[in-house]
């Protein structure tokens, strides 16, 4: 791309929110030679609500993005298989290889050995990852303005021209052809543009979900747990599920979703509804027996899954949470951000040259949709299926431990599935 012969902009692309879809945008359009500018609302590094699981795909996109060393280093735990214990204490297991294709290679290099690695998941707090993310972007180029909040957007025409940002108790008004929305589920620019056109309904194209009944999320570290090395332990119980993981430090991310309606009753009081809710699963009690919780709890309403507008305007394009907010017990909620944000920024270097030359922003907006739709509308659909069967009754969700334990190639079709395409075939043959 070409800089500074565009007087009227400020950078060639403005993206808010410096999380992971954020950051892959930023890094790869400064490295393809853009003027890009990443506004976050936070001081990193900072925690954040998550599971912490990163899947082992995301290190090859750490590694195109120039990340993986300093996230080897960071001291995160290995994560090689995913045990997911139905609330009597069933177990199926799920290999962090079926997930890892093509993330054989970069583990071998984080190893510094080039045989016999194993594609592993990483457990690293959101602080680490973030912070290392976004320092890379720094180093390649990026403007990062942290404690710097987008509050409005700057619209002409009715094509976005920009956002102005609160910081330090002052507004700054920057332009650019191309805005991101990465501000995660917040949504913060797309949700301007849907109330500046009085959009009532603003799920894409009737597919995002509004939850049965709303969810909160939970989070915390805790030392001693009695998690085996390597080890991710997902539990089901009434009303949701949680995850448990080792992260760096010697301590481990727990991390649950519960009903509004079980929080409710315990006056939100998070180690009163791990206790109550969480532990009513046999193996979470016997994991958390002795757990100590070591950091603040995070907590966060769900309101709902699904997929947004890709393009609410011309000129502004969604990434990672802010397109699409997928089921997080499928651990894949990263990979998408890391993905979308890698895509966005494909198709934006690919349309550059069209977009300076007649300013016309339908071409790219075709193309992202499309290529956004065919690398994640099955995985999506797969996902929300597998939601329905996570807050399933118990007795169904034996049942299909059992079904899912009696064959080796299903678990590993379903556990692709929430990846990447999926042949049919490969869920039919046994
Ligand atoms: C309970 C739960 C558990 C999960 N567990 C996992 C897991 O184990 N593995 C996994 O892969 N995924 C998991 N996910 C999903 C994962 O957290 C998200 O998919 C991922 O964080 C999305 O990245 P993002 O960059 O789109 O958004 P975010 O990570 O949310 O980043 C958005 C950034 O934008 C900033 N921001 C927001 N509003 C503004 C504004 N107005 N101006 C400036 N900045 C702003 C925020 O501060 C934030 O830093 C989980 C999600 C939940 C809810």
Same mark, same amino acid.
């Given at each position: ?21 954020? @950051? ?48 080897? @280093? @960071? ?45 592993? @998941? ?309």
């Amino acid at each position: 791309m070409n800089k500074r012969d565009d007087n009227t902009n400020d950078y060639d692309v403005l993206i808010v929110g410096g999380g992971p879809a954020g @950051a892959s945008a930023a890094i790869r359009l400064a490295v393809a030679g853009a003027r890009v500018l990443v506004a976050e609302q936070k001081k990193f590094p900072r925690a954040k609500l998550c599971g912490e699981f990163i899947s082992p795909e995301c290190l090859a996109h750490f590694a195109e993005l120039g990340v993986l060393e300093q996230m080897s @280093a @960071a001291g995160g735990a290995r994560v090689s298989t995913t045990d997911f214990y139905t609330r009597g204490g069933r177990k199926v297991s799920v290999p962090s290889a079926w997930f890892g294709q093509g993330a054989r290679m970069v583990n071998a290099q984080a190893d510094g050995n080039a045989t016999g690695a194993q594609p592993d @998941a990483l457990g690293l707090s959101r602080a680490e990852m973030d912070q290392r993310l976004l320092l890379r972007a720094r180093a390649v180029g990026v403007e990062v303005l942290e404690e710097a909040q987008g509050c409005g957007l700057i619209i002409e025409d009715k094509r976005v021209r920009g956002v102005e940002l609160q910081r330090d108790g002052a507004t700054i008004s920057l332009r650019a052809p191309v805005t991101i929305d990465a501000t995660g589920r917040a949504r913060a620019l797309a949700r301007r543009v849907e109330r500046a056109r009085r959009d009532e309904d603003a799920h894409a194209n009737g597919h995002a979900v509004r939850g049965r009944a709303p969810l909160v999320a939970f989070k915390a570290h805790l030392s001693d747990v009695q998690l085996a090395a390597g080890a991710c332990e997902i539990y089901f119980y009434r009303g949701g599920y949680g995850g448990l993981s080792r992260v760096e430090n010697g301590l481990s991310n727990l991390c649950f979703i519960v009903s509004a309606r079980d929080v409710r009753a315990r006056h939100s009081d998070a180690e009163r509804v791990l206790r109550e809710v969480v532990l009513t699963n046999r193996r979470a009690a016997e994991t958390l027996v002795a757990a100590r919780v070591r950091s603040e709890w995070l907590a966060v309403a769900l309101e709902s899954f699904g997929r947004w507008r890709l393009v609410p305007a011309k000129g502004l394009l969604t990434v990672g949470d802010s397109a699409a907010f997928i089921d997080p017990f499928t651990g894949s909620g990263m990979l998408m951000a890391l993905e979308s944000g890698a895509l966005a920024a494909e198709v934006i270097t690919r349309a550059w040259p069209t977009l300076r030359a007649t300013s016309d922003f339908n071409a790219l907006a075709a193309d992202y949709r499309a290529h956004y739709r065919a690398r994640f509308a099955a995985r999506l659909r797969v996902c929300s299926l597998l939601r329905r069967a996570a807050f399933a009754p118990a007795p169904l969700m034996t049942a299909a431990a059992l079904a899912l334990n009696a064959s080796t190639r299903v678990r590993r079709a379903m556990a692709r599935a929430t990846r990447s395409v999926v042949k049919p075939t490969e869920l039919g043959e046994h």
